[in-house]
Each structure stands twice: as structure tokens, then as C-alpha cells.
């Protein structure tokens, strides 16, 4: 049968969506079991992500002079002004969108689980996304013990280099020796891009083979929106998970300081202009909630389609999915 015949057909088998319906019913048991109050916040926003490596979906401006809208790329500006009118601990469940991500692991339209816990800093939310992840892998995958590893042992143990104490040239040099020759000769002078390479080629692929790994306290320069810790060198208190080599999930000690924030914001847009991509329109009303009061908390998105993936049979996140971008 051609692809043209089937294409109406879902790509998830009937079992791997009843896996989802369970997965969705598991960690919604887990969240009321532990008072977390689960909230909805808009798909479409006016503002939008300043850091240049998130490209938005927008819509099209209407005929009326309706502005043109952001579908948002992770919920987090949202939930954030909800901690700061006193929600306490909340979580979502919602779709997210991110323009041209698309492959094995990737689809431009995705499903993520967001919480915050207010008092929670990042490690002791990293206990709480291990003990979650055990309850959902039940009936499916036995996993092994949980690791924890910085974000420079992990390059000390898998490349022998410090990632704080080396300059762009080592990091090349890295990279040619770990057969990484077609773009070693790159004449990019980021710091961050080289480290995001060797990371994604050459240490990301070992994480996660006999049980989760947390990877925590990434350089200061990749702190997004977490605190920076001001040791020598500063880390920005932030962590990742992986299962399998996969990146599961994305947690911050959530940064207060509306100012800084605002500071980080236009240091993006500045970026965004030197690599010649459209402005984006700052989330005000982010830095105003801020500004009125973020309590100290911890917050993490992990990616459901990609945990359905590594808990259950599929091999590509196709078969997590009715229905793929290819086929919405």
C-alpha cells in the first residue's frame, strides 16, 4: 500500500496509546497524592522566547490588525506568574511547539509535563523526578539505580578535558580526536556551541545506559532561567535528565531577580540580531509577576512523548504519537 493510501491511518499502535492513557493517569495520581494542583495556561501568547536556539510557530496577523501570536514553546512563563499570585505547587500537562525540531527524537508538536515546587531547590527536585519516572517505568522497564554527575565530571570522565579550564581551540582539537573532523574545522568562536556539541556527540550518548542520570550545575553561560551559583567557577543550578542517551527532562532552581532576568533577556535579542533572526517580543508581564514576587522554587519540564519512547517498546517517536507532524 502506498503512503498516500495509509496516511490517515496513526502511526501509535492501539497497545502504546492505551500506554499513554495510563501514563497520564499515573502521574496525575502521583501529583494529587502529593497536593499538586494541576493548571491550564494559554497555547498562543503575545510575547515570546528571546533565546535564539528555540525557534517559535507564530500565527499570521489577522485582517482586523490582530497582532500575530507565539504557540508557546514550554508553559513556563505562564506557570510562573501563577507561583507569583500564590498558587503554590502546580503542574500541566500540555502540547508545546517548536519550529523545525524534527527526527527520531523530535516532533515540532510535543506533549510536556511542567511542575514547580515552591521551597524545592534543583537537587531536591531531581530526587522527586527520579521517584516519579520509577512510578510511571512500573509494569514497563526495571530501571537501574539513579546517578547524579556534574556537568564537568561528565566531560572528565567521557573526554578527559575540564570544560571549565579549556579555551575554543582545545575544544576543536577535542572534537577532531573524537571524529568529529567535518565540522572540527568550523571556524565558530562560541565557546557554548563547542561544548553543546562535544556534549550532544560525545558524552550524551553514554548517559543513561544502566539506569537515569542526572546531569547538574551546567557553566553560567547556559544558565537559561536558573540561578547562578557564585562559586569559582559559577554554575548555573540547573540539571537534565537522560535514560538511553536520551534528554528526558530540563530543571532549573528558578531564578528571582526580575532585573537579571530582564538582563539575560536582552543579551538573547542581542544574539538574536547578530545571527540575523526575527525579533522576538519580551514577556513583560513575566518580569512584572518578577518583580511582584516569585517564590523560591524549582521547576522542571519533562517530555512525555520521549519517556513513553524509552519506557515501552517504540523506537521512534512516531510510534509514541497518533498522529506525527507528518501526518497532522
Not at 523526578?129 to 546517578?147: K, T
Not at 578527559?160 to 571556524?187: H, R, T, W, Y
Not at 543513561?208 to 553560567?220: H, I, L, N, S
Request: charged share 25%; proline share 6%; net charge negative.
Amino acid at each position: 500500500m502506498t503512503e498516500q493510501v495509509t496516511d490517515w491511518q496513526p502511526t501509535a499502535t492501539l497497545a502504546a496509546l492505551r500506554q499513554r492513557a495510563e501514563l497520564l493517569a499515573r502521574l496525575r495520581r502521583y501529583f494529587a497524592g502529593q497536593g499538586v494542583l494541576e493548571v491550564e495556561t494559554p497555547l498562543l501568547s503575545s510575547a515570546g522566547i528571546p533565546d535564539p536556539h528555540i525557534p517559535s510557530f507564530t500565527t499570521t496577523p489577522g485582517p482586523d490588525g490582530e497582532a500575530s501570536r507565539y504557540l508557546n514553546t514550554s508553559p513556563e512563563f505562564a506557570m510562573k506568574r501563577l507561583l507569583a499570585a500564590g498558587s503554590g505547587p502546580i503542574f500541566q500537562v500540555c502540547k508545546a511547539f517548536r519550529r523545525g525540531e524534527q527526527g527520531k527524537y523530535h516532533n515540532p508538536e510535543f506533549t510536556l509535563l511542567e511542575w514547580y515546587r515552591p521551597g524545592f531547590d534543583h537537587l531536591r527536585l531531581m530526587d522527586e523526578v527520579d521517584v516519579l519516572v520509577r512510578q510511571l517505568a512500573e509494569g514497563h522497564r526495571s530501571l537501574g539505580c539513579s546517578e547524579k554527575l556534574s556537568y564537568q565530571a561528565c566531560f572528565q570522565r567521557y573526554l578527559e578535558i575540564d570544560p571549565f579550564n579549556v579555551d575554543v581551540s582545545m575544544l576543536k582539537s577535542c572534537a577532531q580526536v573524537q571524529g568529529l573532523g567535518e565540522v572540527a574545522g568550523l571556524s565558530v568562536a562560541d565557546k557554548d556551541t563547542w561544548l553543546d556539541l562535544l556534549m550532544s556527540h560525545c558524552v550524551q550518548p553514554h548517559l543513561g545506559k544502566e539506569g537515569p542520570v542526572f546531569v547538574y550545575d551546567y557553566p553560567a553561560s547556559q544558565a537559561a532561567l536558573a540561578r547562578i551559583r557564585p562559586v569559582e567557577p559559577p554554575v548555573a543550578e540547573r540539571f537534565e535528565l537522560f535514560i538511553d542517551g536520551i534528554e528526558l527532562a530540563n530543571g532549573f532552581h528558578e531564578l528571582q531577580d526580575a532585573h537579571e532576568q530582564r538582563e539575560r533577556f536582552e543579551a538573547d535579542l542581542v544574539r538574536r540580531q547578530v545571527e540575523k533572526l526575527e525579533p522576538v517580543a519580551l514577556d513583560e508581564r513575566l518580569l512584572r509577576a518578577l518583580s511582584a514576587g516569585l517564590p523560591a522554587c524549582a521547576g522542571v519540564a519533562l517530555g512525555l512523548d520521549r519517556l513513553q519512547l524509552v519506557l515501552t517498546d517504540c523506537s521512534h517517536i512516531r510510534d509514541a504519537l497518533a498522529f506525527p507532524y507528518e501526518r497532522s
